[in-house]
């Protein structure tokens, strides 16, 4: 039993795959490479995988975080790709697998992208600060610097957001709701890449 | 920017609002996509993407037609109401899955017609495409409008709309549809030509037709590598069709009389399809379609090796409940490791005398049995199927459902194996629909308020037992679809009407309108 960590990319019309569908899609393209995944134990087992910070339907990725714990022998890591990914719907595909260096609760900051199709980018000097409601009806303040968007062009932003903000939410914030997001990088508090 | 972009960028943003957008784009893994072939074939299905890809009747046609050099078969499904509301807002015409071109740019639309409550979804889904509904108010640009499936057992109801339909297997005959389509491309020299393949009905010619089978069912192509949704679909499991036909002949029942003979895969063709669907879908659940399961000859051969198979790596396999005596032990304890959804039985009447009046081959002992087995085996759920409405039926028959539920719950108080897990006995009530094709047929279906009257009747008698769940088919729908199965051609309007006015797709019960369905009717 090995705890295995698969980075992976969420594109095209994969993006439009909920995050709960994308579990499923993984648990058949083990089963098609022939690769068992452990269970916890019980009454009801279920597959030990968990994708790490889901991905909201319609968002696109190129840096998803899934970690799998394989009853197989899978041997080295590095083949993982090769043999997997042909399992795969086109759009998905696994970049690395390895072995898990960092714990989940490591996870700082989230890269995104987001393009708009008419229009441009309007960014504040002094950032945005906007309330958000919580599940439990709560109502939070949240601001975003300046700092923490970057002008790529006209028609594209980059953002550096907490995991638990959402780009599009910052997005609709400056008035472009429907802004394509694709998420581009994780990182821990060091700036270094989440691996 | 060029119209596809502006399309794509469209469509993005619907699909950001509607709710389940995998719907919508395919993608899916074993998805097959042709361009430029030079007959484009649209494989419709009338209600949404989970029911219309747990069909396996469009998963054959989709390798069939993909199969062909010369061909591309695309799919496309009913859109829910958001996304209708969705494509008429933003006026984009309803389009197929693979390539995203909207059905009008198709050569040949065909639709699988298994249920009479989706006629009217079909004509929505036309209409959403920009395609004229009536077949004689087509332009000679539009594509060919075929229809095939269970339904067409009386094709007259929906026959203004197409410009042909199938009878039968679809297997062969689809096949010869696009040959023809190959030589022939004025529609009228089209039609004349195709109403003389056999199975092949064109309403425009009233020509006589006859029921096709496929040549040889054993070897006919079967689609061992389908598309796998990527999202949650109705029957997420892989399927092998053991059988075609059911040898059984119960009076009511439509799909044994226009689905004979009965024909049986061999056991071999069987457990090497199984392991070529089982591999290339990764499905965790082995399902064996066919009228009759228990009646096929081999199955006790079948089941061990198709358990070969699935056991060691975890997939359940589904198994019918009845016919176990011929297993041995040894089987039935291998079936009862592997299967998790507990019994089904389809008694279809609840007294003795109703079941041999409908040819319904199965005896109170038969089903006590088989209970008495499986409680000993420590399961603890049934699920018992009826019809009320039967021709002939009295009161006494349909109090007769309540005495075999309490039969059941009977046997779980002598021989239950597992007393501290409460039994569960599940009772469901259709209401009898007079179907074409069947001895049945020209009966007169119990009106509404008789069905009713019958339901309450069982309820009362069921009422009180917390181990017995009752629940029943809505009767008006029923009344609906006896409606729309007898007619002839005078309720094509009625159909229209209802697609026009309706909120959603009737087959659902949030959408059922049965004001809507009284008023088109003119009852």
Redesign the interface.
């Known amino acids: 039993m090995r705890k295995c960590r698969l980075f992976f990319s969420k594109t095209g019309k994969t993006r439009y795959i909920s995050h709960l569908d994308l579990m499923r899609v993984f648990r058949r393209a083990f089963n098609r490479a022939e690769i068992a995944v452990a269970h916890s134990e019980g009454f009801n087992p279920h597959p030990i995988m968990a994708g790490l910070l889901p991905l909201p339907t319609g968002q696109e990725s190129v840096y998803d975080v899934l970690d799998v714990t394989f009853e197989t022998e899978v041997g080295s890591f590095l083949l993982l790709p090769e043999r997997i990914n042909p399992c795969l719907p086109q759009g998905i595909k696994i970049i690395r697998a390895g072995v898990p260096a960092m714990k989940p609760a490591d996870i700082f900051a989230v890269m995104s992208q987001a393009t708009v199709k008419d229009g441009e980018w309007a960014v504040p000097e002094d950032g945005v600060t906007f309330e958000k409601r919580t599940k439990s009806d709560n109502v939070k303040t949240i601001t975003v610097k300046r700092a923490q968007m970057r002008l790529i062009d006209q028609c594209t932003l980059e953002f550096l957001l907490p995991p638990d903000i959402s780009p599009a939410l910052v997005a609709a914030e400056l008035g472009h709701g429907d802004a394509d997001i694709i998420r581009t990088g994780i990182f821990d508090k060091n700036g270094r890449s989440f691996v | 920017m060029c119209y596809i972009q502006i399309m794509n960028?469209t469509l993005?943003?619907i699909?950001?609002r509607v709710q389940?957008?995998?719907r919508?784009?395919?993608?899916?893994?074993g998805?097959i996509i042709k361009t430029g072939a030079e007959v484009k074939f649209a494989l419709c299905f009338p209600d949404v993407y989970e029911i219309g890809m747990s069909n396996l009747g469009i998963q054959i046609l989709y390798k069939i037609v993909n199969d062909l050099p010369y061909a591309s078969c695309e799919r496309c499904f009913a859109p829910w109401v958001d996304m209708a509301h969705e494509l008429r807002n933003a006026d984009m015409p309803l389009f197929a899955l693979e390539s995203g071109d909207a059905l009008n740019k198709f050569d040949i639309v065909g639709f699988s017609l298994g249920y009479e409550m989706s006629y009217h979804a079909m004509l929505s889904m036309l209409e959403l495409a920009g395609i004229e509904p009536y077949a004689d108010k087509r332009g000679a640009d539009a594509p060919l409008i075929i229809a095939g499936g269970a339904c067409i057992a009386n094709p007259e109801p929906i026959a203004p709309f197409v410009d042909l339909c199938v009878y039968g297997d679809g297997e062969d005959v689809i096949v010869e549809l696009l040959d023809l389509y190959r030589t022939e491309r004025s529609k009228q020299k089209y039609l004349s030509e195709a109403a003389k393949i056999e199975g092949v009905y064109v309403p425009s010619l009233r020509n006589e037709y006859k029921r096709r089978t496929v040549k040889n069912f054993d070897s006919a192509p079967f689609p061992t590598a389908p598309v796998?949704p990527?999202?949650?679909v109705t029957h997420?499991r892989a399927t092998i069709e053991i059988a075609r036909g059911c040898g059984n002949g119960c009076k009511f029942c439509q799909a044994c009389f226009i689905n004979a003979p009965v024909r049986n895969k061999s056991v071999d063709t069987l457990v090497s399809q199984a392991v070529d669907v089982l591999?290339?879908?990764?499905?965790?659940e082995l399902n064996l379609a066919s009228l009759s399961t228990g009646d096929y000859p081999q199955l006790a051969e079948l089941a061990e090796r198709l358990l070969d198979y699935c056991e060691p790596?975890h997939i359940n396999l589904s198994l019918p409940s009845l016919r176990a005596n011929s297993f041995s032990p040894e089987l039935m304890r291998r079936i009862s490791r592997t299967r998790h959804s507990g019994l089904t039985f389809a008694p279809e009447a609840g007294s003795q005398r109703m079941r041999d009046y409908i040819n319904k081959n199965l005896t109170e002992d038969d089903i006590l049995s088989a209970c008495r087995a499986a409680f000993e085996g420590g399961q603890s759920s049934v699920k018992l199927y009826f019809m009320i409405g039967l021709p002939t039926e009295t009161d006494e028959d349909v109090l007769a459902i309540a005495d075999l539920t309490f039969a059941v719950l009977g046997q779980w108080k002598k021989f239950a194996a597992n007393k501290k897990q409460a039994p569960r006995i599940t009772v469901s009530t259709a209401c009898f629909v007079p179907k074409p094709r069947t001895p049945f047929a020209e009966c007169e279906q119990n009106s509404v308020e008789e069905f009713t009257r019958k339901i309450n009747l069982l309820r009362d008698k069921l009422r009180g037992n917390k181990n017995i769940k009752f629940s029943w088919h809505e009767p008006q729908v029923s009344r609906v679809e006896w409606i729309l199965a007898a007619s002839g051609q005078e309720i094509a309007p009625a159909i229209l009407e209802v697609a026009r006015n309706s909120k959603g797709l009737q087959a659902w019960d949030e959408f059922f309108d049965y004001t809507l369905w009284e008023n088109a009717f003119q009852l």
């Open positions: 960028n993005h943003s699909l950001q389940k957008p995998a919508y784009v395919g993608g899916e893994f998805e796998v990527s999202m949650e997420d591999k290339h879908t990764g499905a965790q790596r």
